[in-house]
């Protein structure tokens, strides 16, 4: 199966599989307890606190673990509203939140408090000046994404909160935390373990020093008094474990998911008719991106894809037992109907993306097909056809080559990736015999691949 | 080591590992993507709640997993007061319920909701109609344990039920779940299944069909809306499985720890001097015992018990980094300093309990020693000696005989509990070479032994 829908919840990292089995037989016991097994735990408890704090750049004693990001997003806002309720009980929060953020705002609002929300444009973002435009005497709190869990889009963190004066930020993190840094100006943040490879069952709420926070919940002395509940401490070791794996691995792995993104962001536009790519297409989560197609039920594509082997997401995330339209593509502006997030994980191959695009414009079109619509070609591939033969030794490309060239009108482009030192000379010679015309070389980055070389065939017979 | 803590979490059951291992495989999917690894979440998940629900005694969809147990009793208290609140905010709940339960009724003290207590007697047990004699019109909800966590009493939890008429009653089962049948009359229940052997991370709140509830925590559509935040489902279905498999190891299970405790509660008071053993002798869990020590600091006696390798609670539980005296303890009127719970996990061997005992008296009057106390002589120790050679071959039981027979008075007995046959012959043989009495056979069970046979000698030279 190709799954790519890790922006729900990522496959457990090794690491972390590995750190939850030791810490099942070294920190079993209860931390509060004064015995050599519950001291042990506390031990291993702190290790992951200062792990995590040293990845989120804060200090442990502002750490607490919650059961997941939602509970994390809740306490952190209820918490943070009941500790400056002297101050007022207005809320400011973008229109492209997290459901667990508009649903804790619901919340507040039936409460008696009042909440502002600020719109974005239509790649999904809020302006700095805009969102503090909304600021008023008696707002308590404001909350900001890092990054748009639907369409990836980077928010203006940094710049919002120099406008925010003594008003604290919350920053939900659940979508870049592990993958990138955590912006700079937050007073509160949170985070999810399960979506950076993580166990189930870990969220993370820090708060900072000197942030006014009162627990909306009944007392309890565990987690500095934020978290009530016994501390579930194998799992906190195992996200801790694998937030520090997945934190070195990013840089490398962000760039290759990156350039993997951009193929789909080019190609789907070339290979589907009536699709639209939605989301900041450069500032944006390396590993994630949405598009919509005209006429489709996503839930139905959904299915199609499933049948075929890959696990991608539809409509607002979290209600897809539900699938109302996404309040984010809603908020956007852009369309919202056939849609379909990709989000891959760490080490996700390009193979899997060649199928994906290979597969998709039939699945589409089977989808499309009892509508019996006239639909324009798509931008690219009556005239250009793309045959990735990347890792396939010659005479494979030639191969593809002549069985596949048929499939653009004379005059169009069949461009063949390949990185077999004998293509260079196999396919201007298979031209050759059969009077098609060379065109030459190209970069693979013109494709949306990052190796290998992109040879031009233009059709002629 | 040997862990007498269960009452404050189990070590992982292997069942519960097993089930973990395979479920991080089969499950880590999120139940609710319609794609084929979420389906099989889900999957996983109902049938998680079937055993779940199966073993409680109630329906499927009355079962919610929530986080902890706090968290389900917070949930619980807090939904089923919100659910009611048009007919009051009067809550009863008897004085040794969990601190999870006592925070969250100063709660709803605090948020304007009113809170009658009800007493207990010495044993820590309330009485029906003691209890139902704090209802009021504006009653809403009523909560009272399974049995206690301190000190084992079991609470009459049906005869109470049927007199609280419309008032819901919620029972926290947290410490009988999975050892013992759940009583009847509940209409909220909680429980958490690192009590039961399963994995940290899981409570369970079962709410029965027509109770009303409303949750007190913003929207989410989990859990029947009732627990918000992602699902974690290999904790669950190793909970679940553990569950399971705990009850169906209970009944011999309990028996034999019954056994050991009744040893436990019948020796302390003979080996160690101004003791006081608590709870309910007879009508108890099987596996717990507490006792106090007078002129004893109980976390000293915990520290050095722990340094022979025993781990024990001491003092109220969940509050051990503060060591407050036990609100239960207070509540019953008993001695409260020295205060040692041992909580035994399934599988307990009997040589633990023999050791413990062993190496009690010294502990205990090694910690009284700098105080200088004239102590009595412990009710015990001085007239009689209890040998346990079980497992041991003969000349071992008659070697330690002659060893410490001179450890009782003239006059006083040594009993040998031994299970090799030719002790039978040997003992009564021992005591004609060395002028002792032979005193004859005994049953096992008078001395809290389960099997082997009790030999009798009457120190005479």
Redesign the interface.
């Known amino acids: 199966?190709s799954?790519f829908?890790v922006a729900?919840?990522a496959?457990?990292h090794p690491v972390a599989?590995q750190a939850?089995?030791a810490a099942?037989d070294e920190g079993?016991?209860?931390p509060?307890?004064?015995?050599?097994?519950?001291r042990q735990a506390r031990m291993l408890l702190d290790a992951a606190r200062e792990t995590v704090a040293e990845v989120l750049g804060c200090r442990a004693d502002e750490v607490s673990f919650t059961?997941?990001?939602?509970?994390a997003v809740?306490l952190g806002m209820l918490g943070a509203l009941t500790g400056r309720r002297r101050t007022g009980r207005h809320l400011v929060h973008s229109a492209v939140e997290h459901?667990?953020v508009l649903?804790?705002a619901?919340?507040v609002a039936a409460d008696g408090g009042s909440v502002s929300v600020a719109p974005v444009d239509r790649q999904g973002r809020v302006t700095a000046p805009e969102f503090a435009a909304l600021l008023r005497d008696d707002t308590a709190l404001a909350v900001l994404q890092s990054a748009n869990h639907e369409v990836g889009t980077l928010q203006p963190v940094e710049e919002t909160a120099a406008l925010l004066g003594d008003v604290p930020l919350l920053v939900d993190a659940a979508q870049s935390a592990g993958r990138l840094p955590v912006p700079a100006g937050w007073s509160l943040l949170t985070a999810?373990a399960?979506k950076w490879g993580g166990?189930?069952?870990v969220?993370v709420l820090a708060v900072r020093k000197g942030v006014r926070y009162a627990s909306p919940?009944?007392?309890?002395?565990r987690e500095s008094g934020r978290v009530?509940?016994?501390?579930?401490?194998?799992?906190i070791v195992a996200a801790a474990a694998s937030l520090r794996a997945v934190r070195a691995e990013a840089e490398t792995e962000n760039a290759r998911l990156h350039a993997l993104v951009d193929r789909i962001r080019r190609q789907v536009p070339q290979l589907v008719p009536e699709v639209e790519v939605v989301g900041d297409p450069v500032h944006r989560l390396p590993h994630l991106v949405t598009f919509s197609c005209l006429y489709v039920d996503g839930?139905v594509l959904?299915?199609e894809?499933?049948r075929e082997g890959?696990?991608?997401?539809?409509g607002s995330s979290?209600?897809?037992?539900?699938l109302t339209p996404s309040h984010v593509l809603a908020a956007m502006g852009v369309l919202t109907e056939g849609n379909i997030r990709i989000s891959l994980p760490p080490g996700t191959p390009e193979a899997d993306i060649t199928r994906f695009l290979d597969l998709l414009p039939r699945l589409v079109a089977d989808v499309r097909a009892p509508l019996g619509l006239d639909l324009p070609a798509p931008a690219g591939t009556t005239d250009t056809l793309v045959l990735d033969m990347l890792g396939k030794r010659c005479p494979l490309p030639v191969i593809e080559l002549a069985k596949r060239i048929t499939e653009v009108p004379i005059g169009g482009t069949v461009v063949v990736l390949a990185d077999d030192a004998a293509a260079r000379l196999d396919i201007p010679a298979w031209c050759d015999m059969r009077s098609q015309t060379y065109a030459g070389e190209a970069l693979p980055t013109d494709y949306g691949f990052t190796h290998g070389t992109a040879y031009l065939i233009t059709r002629t017979a």
Chains 1, 2 share one sequence.
Do not use: I, K
């Not at 890959?310 to 539809?314: N, Q, T």
């Not at 979290?318 to 539900?322: A, E």
């Open positions: 199966m799954y829908d729900s919840t496959p457990l599989r939850l089995t099942l079993w016991a209860d509060a307890r004064l015995y050599r097994s519950g059961a997941s990001g939602t509970q809740q459901s667990s649903h804790t619901e919340r999810s399960h166990p189930a069952g969220g919940l009944p007392a309890d002395e009530p509940g016994y501390v579930n401490v194998p799992a839930e959904l299915t894809l499933d890959f696990a991608v997401s539809s979290c209600t897809s037992s539900t």
